[in-house]
Structures are given as structure tokens and as C-alpha cells.
């Protein structure tokens, strides 16, 4: 079985742009979630999804969004760039939301915003 | 607030050797913790986990250990091989309504030596 799935795997962009990050969960996962991680750091919790319905948002400016769709993927939409925004985006998929549920994670989109 | 952090930054350690990574958890009320494993490139890969009610859990070459006394979590690999070679995160599961997040620490850099 395929693992989780990121589109693309690198995207530069300037300042003011507006990106789109894409994630397939491994099937029969239902749950998405999103994390940030900027070098040399841990990666740091954006949103989670399970059914469709958003489940918990991190610490971010309004200008991170996303959503999930019928078929479980989901999409990151970041607006208004900055520099700050460079780090690598990670999808990690898992059943559902439950405590003890593995997160699987894919290999993340790396964004550098110039 | 809410922290994971790791009491040393880099490891290195001799092929053959055993390593022992540590990490330190602020909220006493986590259930669930795991560890990553993280290459250059590549998302974080899930190593091992143990839930709060256990205080050692085994895996292949790997151990991890829970003092919930002291919220302070260890990951030991025996016998360390080059591939062993990467970032190592521990991450604690926190609740949030109906959802769930990771919370990671900073990371470890595990070197080893041939």
C-alpha cells in the first residue's frame, strides 16, 4: 500500500504569493493533520482534519487554512507569504483521532518563500 | 505551557555502541508518547511509542522508558549502526476536544561512528 502522499515536494514562491499543499492519507485513514517545521526545529501542529470537519488549529496566523475532501485528502492554503513561511509542510494520516492512533507522516513539501 | 524538549542536541556515539537519547514532557496529563526517527529529506518515521501506563516498552534493538515521576521519556538503541544516523524527535500526544496533536521537541542529532 502507498504511504502519504505530498504534492509537489518543493515550491518556491516570493513574498505576497499565495501556495497550495496537497496530501493523500494512506487509505482507509480518515484523519489529516499538518505540521510545520522550520529547520532545526521540531515540527509544530497547524490543523487536523477527520471527516471533513476541522478538529484542532495550532498556533497560526488566519492566513493558514485548509480543508479536507470526500476522498480524505486535504489541502494547506497559505496567503500573504512571508519569509518566515520557508519550512517543510508535513501530512501525517491516521484512522481517526483517537489517543493511541499512529500518525503516519508523508515526506513533506518543502517551501521557500524569497 | 506546552514543551517537549531534549537534554542534548547531538549525540555520537561508536558503531556498535548502545545510545540513549532523552527527553523531557511539561504536561503531566499526556497519555501517549512516541518517538521519530527523521532522515535527511524524508518525514519523521515512527520508531516506537508507549502509553502512560506502562513505564518500558521494547521493540526491535530499541527500548523506551517512562518515569512520569520526573515527565522524562528515553529512547536506547542497542548495538548502533550507521543507519541509525539521523534526527530523533520525541513527541507527546495531546487531547484537545475531539481531536488530538502531536507536540515534538527540538530533536537529537544522532551521529555514528565507523
Given amino acids: 500500500d502507498a504511504g502519504v502522499t505530498q504534492s509537489p515536494t518543493h515550491l518556491i514562491k516570493t513574498r505576497g504569493q499565495h501556495v497550495t499543499l496537497r496530501c493523500s492519507p494512506i487509505s482507509g485513514h480518515k484523519s489529516v493533520s499538518w505540521y510545520q517545521q522550520v529547520l532545526g526545529q521540531g515540527p509544530q501542529f497547524i490543523f487536523q482534519y477527520y471527516e471533513k470537519e476541522e478538529r484542532g488549529r495550532g498556533n497560526f496566523p488566519d492566513r493558514f487554512s485548509a480543508r479536507q475532501f470526500p476522498n480524505y485528502s486535504s489541502e494547506l492554503n497559505v496567503n500573504a507569504l512571508l519569509l518566515g513561511d520557508s519550512a517543510l509542510y508535513l501530512c501525517a494520516s491516521s484512522l481517526d483521532t483517537g489517543s493511541y492512533n499512529e500518525q503516519f507522516f508523508g515526506p513533506g513539501t518543502r517551501l521557500t518563500v524569497l | 505551557g506546552e514543551s517537549v524538549g531534549l537534554h542534548l542536541p547531538t549525540l555520537s556515539v561508536q558503531e556498535g555502541d548502545n545510545s540513549?537519547?532523552?527527553?523531557?514532557?511539561?504536561?503531566?496529563?499526556?497519555?501517549?508518547?512516541?518517538?521519530?526517527?527523521?532522515?535527511?529529506?524524508?518525514?519523521?518515521?515512527?520508531?516506537?511509542?508507549?502509553?502512560?501506563?506502562m513505564d518500558k516498552r521494547q521493540g526491535q534493538r530499541v527500548t523506551v522508558l517512562l518515569n512520569k515521576t520526573v515527565k522524562h521519556l528515553s529512547l536506547q538503541i542497542a548495538a548502533t549502526q550507521p543507519g541509525d544516523s539521523a534526527v530523533y524527535f520525541c513527541a507527546e500526544n495531546m487531547r484537545r476536544g475531539y481531536g488530538n496533536k502531536l507536540v515534538f521537541g527540538a530533536g537529537t542529532i544522532l551521529r555514528v561512528k565507523s
Fill in chain 2, 20 to 53: 540513549i537519547i532523552n527527553c523531557a514532557y511539561s504536561n503531566s496529563a499526556s497519555d501517549y508518547f512516541i518517538w521519530y526517527k527523521q532522515e535527511s529529506g524524508k518525514g519523521p518515521q515512527f520508531i516506537i511509542d508507549i502509553r502512560s501506563n
